[in-house]
């Protein structure tokens, strides 16, 4: 899946120690999401996605695997 939460952060200027803070979860995890090396659970997501004031699809983009 991919994913625009760094695009989200930098405009809200927010760091991943401090959105990992928010979200209770760690830097690491913030880090792999950005990376799309992991795919959040669907209520990080909506936790993510309420954090930012947006609709989730505005952060994430789903994409099959081929």
């Known amino acids: 899946m991919k994913n625009k939460l760094k695009v989200y952060r930098a405009m809200n200027d927010i760091t991943q120690e401090k959105l990992a803070k928010e ?7 913030i880090i792999a999401i ?3 090396k992991y795919d959040p659970s669907l209520s990080l997501a909506f936790k993510i ?10 952060i994430f ?3 099959e695997k081929e």
């Open 23 to 29: 979200l209770g979860v760690t830097r690491q995890t």
């Open 34 to 36: 950005e990376k799309d």
């Open 49 to 58: 996605a309420k954090l930012f004031q947006v609709k989730i699809e505005d």
């Open 61 to 63: 983009l789903y994409e």
